[in-house]
């Protein structure tokens, strides 16, 4: 049973930079054919993809938070991680990981979220 767990501080302060870990177990990162996103879901909002880090460690990002994205990973530990740069208020949500199977946008797994707020 693959599972997902997010990781990281539920504050952050304007202009900062947010990080979070999805730290996975039961399945390796590497393996065959699945990416590994992000996504997030702001109040009284849809879903919103971020990214993802492939199998190979090939990287996606949506157009809308491109230019302040970055997903990197550890697969020592089986990690991928998420930076987001220059965070606002409006970057609030509760951040979810989550498996997709051959990038179709076909979750199985999820990380169960969490919150995290941009106020100083």
């Known amino acids: 049973q693959v599972q997902l767990q997010e990781s990281g501080p539920g504050l952050v302060k304007p202009s900062q930079t947010l990080s979070l870990t999805c730290t996975v177990s039961g399945g390796s990162i590497t393996t065959n054919y699945y990416y590994w996103s992000w996504l997030r879901q702001p109040p009284g909002e849809g879903l919103e993809w971020i990214g993802y880090i492939g199998y190979s460690g090939s990287t996606y990002y949506g157009p809308s938070l491109k230019s302040r994205t970055s997903i990197s990973r550890d697969t020592s530990k089986n990690q991928f991680t998420l930076q987001l740069s220059s965070v606002t208020p409006e970057d609030t949500a509760v951040y979810y990981c989550?498996?997709?199977?051959?990038?179709?946008?076909?979750?199985?797994?999820w990380g169960q979220g969490t919150q995290v707020t941009v106020s100083s």
């Open positions: 989550a498996r997709d199977d051959r990038g179709f946008a076909q979750y199985d797994y």
